[in-house]
C-alpha cells in the first residue's frame, strides 16, 4: 500500500525469513497455524493491529512471526557497494534546524541508506536492527512487481503490454477487467469498480473484505476477487491506486512465465543482481495453495533495496548486466498526471504531496525536482533522483496513515529528500 491522501487504514503486508537457500517455491507455515490451516484468534489479532503506533516500530521488521512465505533466495557473488561516508547536512524544518540523526528520530526512521554516484555516503540503524534485517516493502513492492513484469516483456513471455489481461487470466472474462489491457493495470487505469479504502464494522468494504480473508484469516488468495468485481470507468481513462491492480499483474506473471513469482523474481532479478541476502513475499490464501502477495507483501535488508535503486538510476543496469531493459525503466517512470483532463491544477497554497503526484508504470512522481520513488505505507522509500545521481532507502514506522504526526512525517521526509539532492559536493549530470 502506498500513501494516499484520504485513505483509511490500509494494510500491510510481511513475510517469514527463511534461510538463504530455501527452495523459491517452497510455502512454510509459520508458529501456531492450526493442524486445519485456520488461522488461531490471538495470531489474527496480531495481524489486524499490526499497523498500530508504537509496536509498529518493531512490528516492521520483526514480520516473520505472523505469516507464511514465499522466499526469493540470493546466489553467487554479493555485488559490492562502494562507500564514501560522510556526515549529512542538518535538517531545516520551518525555523527549526536539526542534525541529521535527530531528524531520522523525528520521522521514525528504522534505517537509511543515501548513494551518490553509486556510493554510500551514509548508512544507519535504529531500534534493534542491523545490516542482516528484513524490513517490510508494503507498496514499494507494486514498484517491484513492475520491474518483473518489464523482464517477462523482455524475455517473450508476456508479448506486449498493450494485449488484454484475460489473455492470461481467462478467469477474469465476464468482469470489470474484460477489456483491460496490461498496460492500464500497470497505470493503475484499468476502471474497475474498486475503492481502496479500508473501512471495517458491520458492512465492510470490499478492500476490508479482502483483507480480513486473504491475509489476516488466509482463507483465500488476494486476486479471488477480481473476477467478481464489474466497471467503474472507461479502462485508461482514470487514475485510481488499486493494490487488486498489482495483483492482477501477478496473476499475469504467473500464468505467463508458467512458474511461481518468487521463482521467476530469483532467477531473473535477485540473484543476477548479486544481492546481498535473500528476500521473502508474504503468501496469502491457504496453506501450500497461496500465491504471493506481490502489492504490498515483500521483505528484504536496507542495502538490497538500494540496490534495487541503483540499478533504476543507471537505467536498468547493474552488476556488470543488464538486469531491466533500459526502455522499460524510461516508460516505468514517465510519469502521467493523476488528476483526469479537465481538473485545474491545485493552487501554489496546496502543500500536499499528492496534489501534484504523477504516476507511471507502478512507481510515483511526488515532486517537481525529477525525482520518482517506490512508496510504501507507513514511510517506506526508494527514492531515485537522476539529475544528482542520487539514491535514498528509507525504511520507516510513520504513525498510521492519516494521523497528524503521520502526515507531519511524510512533509518533513519529502522536504529532507530535497534537501539531501542539493547537498554541496552534488554535481548535477550535464
Known amino acids: 500500500m502506498?500513501?494516499?491522501p484520504k485513505a483509511a487504514l490500509p494494510f500491510a503486508c510481511a513475510t517469514l525469513a527463511l534461510c538463504a537457500s530455501a527452495a523459491a517455491g517452497a510455502q512454510t507455515a509459520p508458529p501456531h497455524v492450526l493442524p486445519n490451516g485456520?488461522?488461531?484468534p490471538n495470531l489474527a489479532a496480531a495481524r489486524t493491529h499490526m499497523l498500530e503506533a508504537p509496536e509498529n516500530m518493531l512490528a516492521f521488521h520483526n514480520m516473520d512471526q505472523l505469516f507464511q512465505t514465499r522466499p526469493v533466495p540470493r546466489s553467487g557473488p554479493i555485488a559490492a557497494l562502494p562507500?564514501?561516508?560522510q556526515a549529512l547536512p542538518d535538517a531545516v524544518l520551518g525555523t527549526t534546524r536539526m542534525s541529521e540523526d535527530a531528524w531520522e528520530d523525528r520521522t521514525f526512521t528504522n534505517a537509511m541508506l543515501v548513494m551518490r554516484d553509486g556510493k554510500?555516503?551514509?548508512?544507519?540503524y535504529r531500534n534493534n536492527t542491523d545490516a542482516a534485517t528484513h524490513y517490510i516493502?508494503?507498496?514499494m513492492a507494486k514498484s517491484i512487481t513492475?520491474?518483473?513484469v518489464g523482464i517477462a516483456v523482455n524475455q517473450g513471455a508476456i508479448k506486449s503490454i498493450d494485449q488484454p489481461v484475460t489473455d492470461y487470466v481467462p478467469e477474469l472474462k465476464g468482469s470489470g477487467y474484460d477489456g483491460v489491457t496490461i498496460?492500464?493495470?500497470l497505470q493503475m487505469r484499468s476502471g474497475v469498480d474498486y475503492e481502496e479504502r479500508y473501512d471495517f464494522g458491520a458492512t465492510p468494504s470490499t478492500a476490508a473484505k479482502i483483507f480480513l480473508n486473504a491475509i489476516v484469516a488466509n482463507t483465500e488468495r488476494f486476486a479471488d476477487t477480481a473476477p467478481r468485481l464489474g466497471r467503474k470507468w472507461k479502462p485508461g481513462s482514470h487514475f485510481n491506486y488499486s493494490t487488486l491492480d498489482t495483483s492482477v499483474l501477478g496473476w499475469i506473471l504467473e500464468r505467463a512465465t508458467r512458474q511461481p513469482l518468487a521463482s521467476f523474481m530469483a532467477q531473473n532479478l535477485w540473484q543476477p543482481m548479486g544481492m546481498e541476502s535473500y528476500g521473502y513475499w508474504l503468501a496469502d490464501g491457504a496453506p501450500g495453495v497461496g500465491r504471493e502477495l506481490n502489492g504490498m507483501g515483500y521483505n528484504a535488508t536496507l542495502r538490497d533495496f538500494a540496490?534495487?535503486?541503483?540499478?533504476m538510476l543507471d537505467q536498468g543496469r547493474f552488476n556488470g548486466r543488464q538486469i531491466v531493459p533500459a526502455e522499460w525503466v524510461r516508460q516505468s517512470t514517465a510519469m502521467i498526471p493523476n488528476a483526469d483532463p479537465g481538473t485545474p491544477p491545485p493552487p501554489p497554497e496546496v502543500t500536499d504531496p499528492f496534489a501534484r503526484s504523477g504516476y507511471g508504470f507502478q512507481w510515483w512522481k511526488l515532486d517537481d525536482t525529477g525525482a520518482y520513488t517506490a512508496l510504501g505505507l507507513q514511510g517506506q522509500f526508494i527514492y531515485v533522483h537522476p539529475a544528482t545521481r542520487t539514491v535514498i532507502v528509507k525504511l520507516s514506522f510513520f504513525p498510521p496513515e492519516g494521523s497528524d504526526l503521520g502526515n507531519r512525517a511524510l512533509e518533513e521526509t519529502l522536504a529532507y529528500f530535497k534537501t539531501l539532492t542539493t547537498w554541496a559536493g552534488t554535481t548535477p549530470r550535464p
Open 307 to 311: 540496490r534495487l535503486g541503483q540499478m
Open 38 to 40: 485456520a488461522v488461531p
Open 146 to 148: 513492475s520491474l518483473l
Open 137 to 139: 516493502s508494503f507498496s
Open 83 to 85: 562507500r564514501a561516508d
Open 2 to 4: 502506498a500513501f494516499r
Open 183 to 185: 498496460r492500464q493495470v
Open 120 to 124: 554510500i555516503v551514509h548508512e544507519s
